[in-house]
T-cell receptor
Framework: QQQVKQSPQSLIVQKGGISIINCAYE??????FPWYQQFPGKGPALLIA?????SEKKEGRFTISFNKSAKQFSLHIMDSQPGDSATYFC????????????FGTGTKLQVIP | KAGVTQTPRYLIKTRGQQVTLSCSPI?????VSWYQQTPGQGLQFLFE???????NKGNFPGRFSGRQFSNSRSEMNVSTLELGDSALYLC???????????????FGEGSRLTVL
């Protein structure tokens, strides 16, 4: 019940295309859904996050779509660029203020010119 | 503002040895958590500390332990190392209680442990 399932495991997208990564969760007590981006040799860094009372959040080329009834959320990267090539992790945090974050297994994105 | 600092960045140990990893959080951050990252399992939560107290623990054996000092710096220790402990160990700090959007984790670059 604590799992966050993420797909696909890897993704190759042409420059200028749309990258879509999907995640699903079971625990309805999750109240915060961040996405982290990790470049090789670096730690993950927060990219964008959403709360379940919002269906969509957009920041530049990055958009989170959230479907509370289906317990699914996704990351869309519009106009994908080679610099977006990284591993992306979806995550979820339980309510209560503790910083225990449950991560998906990651999606390695490669954007080819 | 300095980021999260982890030392050492790389280390090689043999089975049965023990290892201690160190983490200095961002100044002002009092919550420190540790994650194990492996290619197959992704990021797995180890434990979280706040004000020198462990508040949360993941599903790892007792060989994995940690502590936090009064200056918020944290260490984790793995005893009796096994081959399967080879991984990138990431430390993250955050503000507590969660504010605003819900609590961003700021990660260090990790300590890569290889067990031979």
């Amino acid at each position: 019940q604590q799992q966050v399932k993420q797909s696909p495991q890897s993704l190759i997208v042409q420059k200028g295309g749309i990258s879509i990564i999907n995640c699903a969760y079971e625990n309805t007590a999750f109240d915060y859904f961040p996405w982290y981006q990790q470049f090789p040799g670096k730690g993950p860094a927060l990219l964008i996050a959403i709360r379940p009372d919002v269906s969509e959040k957009k920041e530049g080329r990055f958009t989170i779509s959230f479907n509370k009834s289906a317990k699914q959320f996704s990351l869309h990267i519009m106009d994908s660029q080679p610099g977006d090539s990284a591993t992306y992790f979806c995550a979820a945090t339980l309510s209560g203020g503790y910083q225990k974050v449950t991560f998906g297994t990651g999606t390695k994105l490669q954007v080819i010119p | 503002k300095a980021g999260v600092t982890q030392t050492p960045r790389y280390l090689i140990k043999t089975r049965g040895q023990q290892v201690t990893l160190s983490c200095s959080p961002i100044s002002g951050h009092r919550s420190v958590s540790w994650y194990q990252q492996t290619p197959g399992q992704g990021l797995q939560f180890l434990f979280e500390y706040f004000s020198e107290t462990q508040r949360n623990k993941g599903n790892f054996p007792g060989r994995f332990s940690g502590r936090q000092f009064s200056n918020s710096r944290s260490e984790m220790n793995v005893s009796t190392l096994e081959l399967g402990d080879s991984a990138l160990y990431l430390c993250a700090s955050s503000l507590f209680p969660r504010q605003g959007s819900g609590g961003e984790l700021f990660f260090g670059e990790g300590s890569r442990l290889t067990v031979l």
